[in-house]
């Protein structure tokens, strides 16, 4: 008994302090403009939605937020496309290099961010893709090769071959077996790489910043940034802002939470 | 007739290949290539010409270059520590959260969904709520005083004052790779055969000594790719150096990642951006190389 309380304790100690800067967006956006000044007191003593309000409309949020929401849709929606054909390609069609290929994919798992973004930019700026959305979707989804390719290819291989050799004997062709039979038997893990593309597509930061320069095209993340570095930046309106940035990814992430688990830990396996 | 389907077979691979292979030519292979041929050169990123200098980037990064080197040197020095720190602090604590998670029943999911939470939002957002935490007016010296420990308290902020700026980042940053430490434990923890414990049981082993001789030995492999995971994270991630110092103060929190940023995209005209790329493929080698030596030692044990 006294070792579940001693246990408890501690469980709920630890969801404090995760909650911990949740509750302080919160805090901060609720206060205004003069308490936020004072010191860091939880409880906001004139609670007000005016800073929320505000920071959505006139720092024109709306834009931001269609802006991030194109970015994060194409990504997903790109990644999917183009890697359940390559998964599908390598857990199920027999061609030479089949394998070099799969293995040379997920080698660049081990290539540092950093080494490759100022190529990137570079890349961007021959192709003429530089301060464009194409510009930096591609890399994104690029970006995402090899755990997509490496849970997908995993996820087709556990179909069982049958399905395959009835479809065939009904005459569907690849295209039909691929598109009737393997995407919806393997519907979780479509999901849970969604899910782990777009939740990071929506907090990048690094790569937008050196790729964006037109104020009109800024994600979410970079109103944020540019909120911060203006003249007085105020804690009130920084929070409310990270409060509209973080609030879809929480639902996203309650509403869909199993997926997340099976992909990570499919991830680890390998 | 077998050798046409099997063309056919082949030919369709080949063509879903595509899509993803194309992208790879193009955002892959050629990053990659310029990033590596870039890194034998001198350029500052306007002149229409590059020049050669063969590994000389790599010599002055190491030890050459008396102004750069010192600064590589202390930068890679702190990397160290927060690829020590980093992974260790995750470990300490989530695996004994894990532990408690699993003995639980009643409110399971709830832990395990608010436990979750500073992974799926990493990014900007939290970076700044932690900053408004920890400056010398913020939340973290509140609570202190108002724990009656404001000696404790940081007036420079801790951020501001140089002893605990990195120390600080080392924590934000466990604090971020806790959730998926913790799912991870979890999951090998129902997977081990409940009779091994039982039987410990048997033999007199009490709680403690159950874990340490029986589940914390079988959930090694787990450690093993919890380490792997927050030792890459740590070396290549510089974003919540970028956001929340910048390096400061007086470049005490300065780690490799951000300097090869630095000397790519915060150049001033100076001709750094092949030092850059230089910088950035000692750290791809470094991560390999652990990456091996982490898979050696795993399969030695298992």
Redesign the interface.
């Known amino acids: 008994m006294k070792?579940?309380v001693v246990?408890?304790a501690?469980?709920v100690a630890?969801?404090l302090?995760?909650?911990?800067?949740?509750l302080?967006?919160v805090s901060?956006a609720l206060k205004d403009s003069k308490e936020i000044?004072?010191?860091?007191?939880?409880i906001p003593s004139n609670p007000t939605l005016s800073t929320l309000v505000s920071t959505w409309s006139d720092l024109h949020f709306f834009t931001y937020f269609g802006n991030s929401l194109i970015v994060t849709g194409f990504t997903t929606v790109g990644v999917l496309?183009?890697?359940a054909?390559?998964g599908?390609?390598?857990a199920v069609?027999?061609?030479?290099g089949?394998r070099l290929?799969y293995g040379?994919?997920l080698s660049?798992l081990?290539?540092?961010?950093?080494?490759?973004?100022?190529?990137?930019v570079?890349?961007q700026q021959n192709l003429g893709l530089i301060g464009t959305f194409p510009g930096i979707i591609?890399?994104f989804?690029?970006g995402t090769?090899p755990l997509s390719?490496m849970l997908l290819t995993n996820s087709f291989r556990s179909v069982p071959g049958e399905l395959k050799e009835s479809a065939r004997c009904d005459g569907a062709g690849?295209l039909r077996t691929?598109w009737s039979i393997y995407l919806p038997v393997s519907r979780p893990a479509l999901i849970t790489i969604a899910l782990l593309t777009a939740?990071p597509t929506?907090?990048?930061?690094?790569l937008t910043r050196?790729s964006l320069n037109d104020a009109a095209l800024y994600t979410l993340?970079l109103a944020?940034?540019n909120l911060?570095s203006s003249t007085a930046p105020q804690?009130n309106v920084?929070?409310a802002?990270?409060?509209i940035?973080?609030i879809p990814?929480?639902i996203l992430?309650?509403a869909l939470?199993r997926y997340?688990?099976n992909g990570?830990?499919g991830a680890?396996k390998g | 007739m077998a050798a046409r389907v099997?063309g056919r077979?082949?030919?369709?691979?080949?063509i879903?290949?595509l899509?993803?292979?194309a992208?790879?030519a193009?955002?892959?292979v050629?990053?990659?290539g310029?990033?590596l041929l870039?890194s034998f050169a001198r350029w500052n990123g306007f002149s229409p010409k590059w020049t050669w200098v063969g590994i000389g980037n790599y010599l002055d990064l190491l030890y050459n270059d008396p102004t750069i080197a010192p600064l590589v040197q202390g930068a890679a020095l702190r990397t160290l520590v927060v690829m020590i720190g980093v992974p260790l602090l995750t470990v300490v604590?989530g695996f004994?959260?894990a532990v408690?998670?699993n003995?639980?029943t009643w409110?399971r999911s709830a832990?395990r969904?608010?436990?979750?939470?500073?992974h799926?939002?990493?990014?900007?957002?939290?970076f700044?709520?932690?900053t408004?935490?920890l400056?010398p007016?913020?939340?973290?010296?509140?609570?202190l005083h108002s724990l009656g420990l404001g000696s404790l308290a940081q007036p420079q902020g801790w951020l501001g004052n140089p002893a605990t700026a990195l120390p600080t980042l080392i924590v934000v940053m466990s604090?971020s790779a806790v959730?998926?430490a913790m799912?991870?434990y979890l999951?090998g923890l129902q997977s081990i055969d409940q009779s091994l414990i039982d039987a410990a049981r048997v033999d007199g082993a009490g709680?403690l000594r159950t874990m340490t001789s029986i589940i914390w030995p079988l959930l090694l492999p787990?450690t093993g790719?919890v380490i792997m995971l927050n030792v890459r994270d740590a070396?290549?991630g510089?974003?919540i150096f970028?956001?929340m110092t910048n390096g400061g103060p007086g470049g005490h929190t300065l780690v490799l990642?951000l300097e090869?940023?630095n000397l790519?995209?915060v150049n001033a005209g100076r001709p750094t951006?092949g030092l850059?790329?230089a910088l950035?493929?000692i750290?791809?080698v470094v991560?390999?190389l652990l990456?091996w030596v982490n898979l050696r030692v795993l399969r030695s044990r298992t």
């Open positions: 070792a579940r246990m408890y501690m469980l630890y969801a302090i995760s909650l911990y800067p949740f302080l967006m901060g000044l004072l010191d860091g007191h939880f496309v183009v890697y054909l390559a599908y390609a390598f069609l027999r061609f030479p089949n290929l040379m994919f660049l081990f290539v540092p961010g950093v080494t490759v973004l100022l190529p990137v570079i890349l591609l890399p989804i690029n090769a390719i690849e691929f939740v929506w907090n990048e930061y690094v050196v993340p944020l940034q911060n804690e920084l929070m802002a990270s409060l940035i973080v990814v929480i992430f309650v939470q997340f688990v990570l830990q680890v | 099997r077979e082949a030919l369709t691979g080949y879903f290949v899509p993803a292979l992208l790879f193009v955002m892959g050629y990053t990659v310029y990033g870039l604590i004994p959260l408690a998670l003995r639980i409110l832990f969904t608010v436990y979750f939470l500073p799926v939002t990493a990014g900007i957002a939290l700044y709520a932690w408004y935490a400056q007016e913020g939340s973290i010296n509140f609570i604090w959730p998926v799912v991870l999951t709680g787990i790719a070396m290549q510089f974003q970028l956001l990642g090869s940023y790519a995209f951006l850059s790329s950035g493929w750290m791809f991560a390999l990456a």
